[in-house]
């Protein structure tokens, strides 16, 4: 079993880098890919941990793109050789963006009476602190009784403060990441639409645009949707990937490896696959 969708707290998780890796060597996954938010930093501190315990540890990254004008995720994964420095650089540029947004976001909150510093925010979430960082202080300081809460109120896309920020389109993130030396797979594809015949198109278009694979497997999935996913990479000749999409206590019902109640598991042909594709 693998997992090829986690997140550390260099990004929206919850565990640092060694402890993710460590949990995943413990549990006997025979590999672990962390796809941090716009960033490699976790995988660049677990790398060395990962291999003296034993761990395949995969590349990974998630980018935010906008697709006929949404934001989609979008995740990257290296599996023959790591980034290279041209797309590490742009990454870099990415990270400004974040941090534009959340002096917006801080703002937009203090008008609400509602306040948090960017010390707290920094105190939270490290270098690079998300939505899920300021929900995260806005449960700690009582101004909603959860994280869902604090997303429905103030930070989701139709609630009272969101923020946009600037995010790359879709077909430059896809393009990016494959000159950058990477395999591009559409993550969590219900989120995109739940219209499978909406999403079909959806997704045909974007694998005109360089997308080289799906998650099939992902701890939002029921058997049902699976099985329409994997018709679907099928039908597009897209790539299979899959992983829990892990972030610790950020989302507690979600386990590494396995998902929302021990539901989810991805094989290792999936792994072995996409290194097949990527290794002409």
């Given amino acids: 079993m693998i997992d090829l969708h986690t997140h550390t707290d260099e990004s929206d998780g919850t565990l640092i ?4 890796v460590t949990a995943a060597a413990q549990m006997s996954l025979e590999a672990l890919a962390i796809t941090d938010h716009d960033t490699f930093a976790g995988y660049d501190q677990a790398a060395s941990s990962a291999s003296e315990l034993g761990l395949d540890l995969v590349c990974g990254i998630e980018l935010s793109t906008k697709f006929r004008g949404r934001s989609v995720h979008l995740l990257g994964y290296f599996l023959q050789n790591g980034p290279t420095e041209d797309f590490r650089n742009w990454v870099t540029a990415l990270q ?4 534009v947004r959340n002096r917006g976001l801080i703002e937009r909150l203090a008008s609400k009476g509602v306040q948090i ?3 707290e925010l920094k105190q939270r979430g490290g270098t ?4 899920p960082h300021f929900a995260a202080i806005l449960a700690q300081k009582g101004y909603v009784s ?6 429905d109120e103030y930070l989701d896309e139709s609630a009272a403060c969101y923020v946009a920020r600037e995010e790359p389109s879709f077909a430059e993130g896809i393009a990016r990441i494959t000159s950058g030396g990477g395999l591009a797979s559409l993550p969590h594809p219900g989120r995109v639409s739940r219209q499978h015949g909406v999403l079909e198109e959806s997704v045909g278009e974007m694998r005109d645009l360089g997308l080289r694979g799906i998650e099939v497997y992902h701890s939002d999935h029921s058997a049902e949707d699976q099985c329409f996913y994997e018709s679907l990479a099928r039908n597009l000749d897209l790539a299979i990937t899959g992983g829990s999409d892990f972030h610790g206590e950020t989302k507690p019902r979600v386990a590494l490896g396995t998902g929302i109640d021990g539901k989810l598991s991805v094989p290792r042909s999936v792994l072995d696959n ?7």
């Fill in 17 to 20: 880098p060694v402890e993710l």
């Fill in 96 to 99: 400004q963006a974040r941090h």
């Fill in 117 to 119: 510093t960017a010390e």
């Fill in 128 to 131: 690079l602190p998300g939505r």
């Fill in 146 to 151: 959860s994280i869902q809460q604090a997303f």
């Fill in 274 to 280: 996409l290194r097949q594709i990527t290794s002409f």
